[in-house]
Every structure is written in structure tokens, then in C-alpha cells.
């Protein structure tokens, strides 16, 4: 192999591997984000919602307001639809009453909806 091929060759080998590398690095956010969305999720939404069936929280709603795997796979549910939610006030259909908006900062309203679009059941 020249000179030349070998450089050549380890330039390729270098971008496959940081190609896998920030894949894997952003894979691993994404985890981090929807675990930090749970986390956010188990204090601000269980009173109301279900948020995940090992959720430690009594509901102080009656009826509960829909569990987050409802959410989650209602047509239409996206990152888009669920932040629209998240930044406003939401009227509970079942009961009529409605729920304040919570003022999350950007931040958390990202991670809460991964987190309720991790729960989609896949095809």
C-alpha cells in the first residue's frame, strides 16, 4: 500500500468510526433525555396522570386524567403536538376542568415529550 492509500484509507476509517462514535453519543443522550423527562414527569405530571405504571404517586384526580401511554399513542401525538400542550393550558375533556400551564423552560418540556413518545407502542 502507498503512502498516499494508507492515509487515505485511515481518513475513511476515521470518519466511519466518529460517524458510529456521535451516533452512539447521541443515542445516548436521547436515553439520558427521555430518562430526565421521566424523572421530570414523576414530579410534575403523577398526581394527575399516570406517567409509568411503577409510578409511586396516589392520583388526586377522579377521574385520572390520561396516562401518558394514552398520550402517546393518540393519532397525531408528536414533539409538536405534545409541546403545544406542555406550553399551554389544557382542558381535561373528561371532567371539565382545566390544567395551568406549568411554565417549563424549554429544556424540560423537550425531555417530558421524549419521554411520552418513548411510550408509543411501535408498529
Known amino acids: 500500500m502507498t503512502p498516499r492509500r494508507s ?3 485511515m481518513s475513511v476509517l476515521a470518519v466511519l468510526l466518529g460517524t458510529g462514535a456521535g451516533s452512539s453519543a447521541q ?7 427521555v430518562q430526565r423527562g421521566r424523572g421530570l414527569a414523576l414530579s410534575l405530571c403523577a398526581s394527575c396522570h399516570v406517567v409509568a405504571a411503577d409510578a409511586p404517586t396516589q392520583l388526586i384526580v377522579q377521574p385520572p386524567a390520561p396516562s401518558f401511554e394514552v398520550i ?3 393519532p397525531g401525538a408528536s414533539e409538536e403536538s405534545l409541546r403545544k400542550v406542555l406550553g399551554g393550558v389544557h382542558k381535561n375533556v373528561m371532567n371539565s376542568t382545566y ?6 423552560p424549554d429544556r424540560d418540556a423537550i425531555a417530558i415529550t421524549h419521554y411520552i413518545l418513548s411510550l408509543k407502542k411501535q408498529p
Open 7 to 9: 492515509i487515505l484509507g
Open 27 to 33: 443515542d445516548a443522550g436521547a436515553r439520558a433525555d
Open 72 to 74: 402517546a399513542n393518540r
Open 99 to 104: 390544567m395551568k400551564s406549568l411554565l417549563l
